[in-house]
């Protein structure tokens, strides 16, 4: 059967202010040594496993020439442009109606464009097992994370032992975000993985959970389908998806459905959450710094310092982290990086939207 | 008698770098909220008591322009521009020739172009007293100043309480700068003060002491001021200064003359000797942060954060010094700022004069 992906890219990131901007979000950034995108990344990583002429990505459409110019190779028309950001639920569906639109049925992969993955290889080798269990049956599989922490910002997904399938097991249940108390026993329990936002189906098996759980949802998107290749496909997307739910695929689907599968992913996963990521992911100096750019560091320790041009002298700081731009600098403490959300707060209090 | 002034402009001050530059020491730059750079400063301070006509300012050549920039009334030939630096006793000795050169004889006060005075009143009438003291005979007057710690980066001045005119006392002798310990002991006593560099006398009495002490640099002198008005000024100048000893006038006159004199200067003196010392001279906001440009502080405090056009978002930070310039950002914990040479030597080394 035909494997397709659907990137979902149409995150507004602001933890990586000020290199993200409302017009150039993380998806979009470089943020390793490496030089590609995020985006870009996430598309070479699955090159090997689906054809670039079936990869879909689904953004906002702000973003289609930043798509266009980073993704050579992807046909124009797998560009999806929501109309505006309505959750996953409706983003999965849209990408689900154009691959249906192509081929009767295929399976289909879907996953963010803004974490890396340090293994590609093992995470290929875990993919196809994932393609395997989904084109067996109405299977639903989702790539969990084995916790190395208690997290309190990601849902996870608990397993059986029971059942299990090779390296895939059984879903009991998806759970929200946990209290720490809570993560830490879920840790203990070696039951629970981060659900990571990385799905793989058959397009048919998802279209049936739709129809079991979002129905209205599914007839919305069915009439975005007909009009997908017509005249009117910009008109009837951009009139019926904002009536759409607008509701998570775990919320909507992934806790109510049966048959899930998962499989714990073991390939350095990293969802780069903020600039404290960066240190994860890119080479340290014999100080701990991690540093990009003109830089020069006096007695400065354990920083996180991403200049360009012009030249950022770092003198006795610690635990610092700082990123250059053009128009503006941000100087943090590395316990604050929550923080910097009330920066873009402030900007946007003073309407001083070039910043932003 | 005719009352004149010398300002001491050759300093290359590199503790205020970025902002302070090969091309532009601290003495041209604006420090304060007042807008005025601290040599406009330093001359707008002693005009009540001396002629603009009779302000000489020695300085490098290469300043020459920024003091004219800078200093509008001030006659061109008053502006001395040394060939090289040779500290303190040529510098004043050159001054000296080119007074004599338009009076038989005046007073002259000698201050250096980059400290601040809060109180210019006490100031006037505190250098009044001491163009009194000086213009009586043939002494020797210094404005100390009251130590308000044990400073060990200043040379101090013992002063005697008997033979005291007024608020002047007789000065017991110079010493060089002293040990932590010593520095204690000196303010323990209440006999010591910071040595400013601040010095009154008649021009004919500082010849003498030349005469006495320094009596080759006079003869050089003498050929300078001989030159002085003729064509061959300028390269008489450039021949015999860099023959001059490189001393200074402490070493060479001052701790071996006698009659000197010293008022306790109770005037707000302030060496404004790093980016430090922008905390005593400028308003702090509401969390003690002294900030300038464009600058957003989200939970940060202690801060001096010296930005222009350019965004600065200071976040979590705490007694961190920014500096931001066109092509160079400094970030600085306070108790690293020593190490600010560093940075320069870094750019030597490396050959980058481009941000000297």
């Not at 993200?20 to 090997?48: A, C, E, H, N, Y």
């Not at 689900?96 to 093992?122: C, E, F, Q, T, W």
């Not at 997307?237 to 509701?247: A, D, G, N, Q, Y």
């Not at 003198?315 to 600098?329: E, P, Q, S």
Request: aromatic share 8%; charged share 30%; net charge negative.
């Amino acid at each position: 059967m035909k494997k397709t992906a659907l990137i979902m890219a149409g995150g507004r990131g602001e933890r990586f202010w000020p290199r993200s901007r409302k017009d150039l979000p993380k998806q979009f950034l470089s943020l390793t040594d490496d030089g590609r995108t995020m985006i870009q990344l996430t598309v070479d990583r699955i090159l090997p496993l689906v054809d670039i002429k079936d990869v879909y990505v689904a953004t906002n459409r702000d973003y289609k020439e930043l798509v266009r110019e980073q993704l050579k190779g992807i046909p124009d028309e797998n560009i999806l442009c929501e109309p505006m950001g309505r959750n996953t639920a409706p983003c999965i569906g849209l990408g689900a109606m154009h691959i249906l639109n192509k081929y009767d049925d295929a399976l289909m992969m879907v996953l963010p464009s803004d974490s890396l993955i340090k293994d590609g290889d093992r995470y290929r080798e875990l993919i196809k097992e994932a393609f395997d269990i989904a084109s067996d049956g109405e299977n639903l599989v989702t790539m969990g994370i084995r916790p190395s922490y208690p997290e309190t910002g990601y849902g996870y997904i608990k397993y059986l032992q029971e059942g299990s399938r090779g390296r895939t097991f059984r879903v009991d249940k998806f759970v929200e975000k946990p209290s720490l108390e809570l993560a830490k026993e879920y840790l203990a329990t070696g039951q629970y993985l981060w659900n990571a936002g990385m799905f793989v189906w058959k397009v048919s098996t998802i279209v049936k959970q739709f129809e079991n759980f979002l129905p209205d949802m599914l007839k919305g998107l069915g009439t975005i389908k007909d009009a997908i290749g017509t005249k009117d496909e910009d008109k009837v997307l951009k009139e019926v998806f904002p009536t759409l739910e607008s509701i998570s695929i775990d919320y909507g689907i992934m806790e109510k459905a049966g048959s899930i599968y998962t499989i714990p992913g073991d390939f350095g996963w990293d969802d780069v959450g903020s600039w404290l990521a960066v240190e994860r992911i890119k080479k340290a100096d014999d100080d701990n710094n991690v540093i990009d750019g003109n830089v020069i560091t006096i007695g400065s320790k354990d920083c996180i310092i991403q200049a360009k041009d012009k030249l950022i002298a770092a003198v006795g700081l610690k635990d610092i982290v700082v990123v250059d731009t053009d128009d503006a600098t941000l100087i943090c403490d590395k316990a604050a990086t929550a923080d910097i959300k009330k920066v873009l707060e402030n900007l946007r209090n003073n309407n001083r939207t070039e910043y932003l």
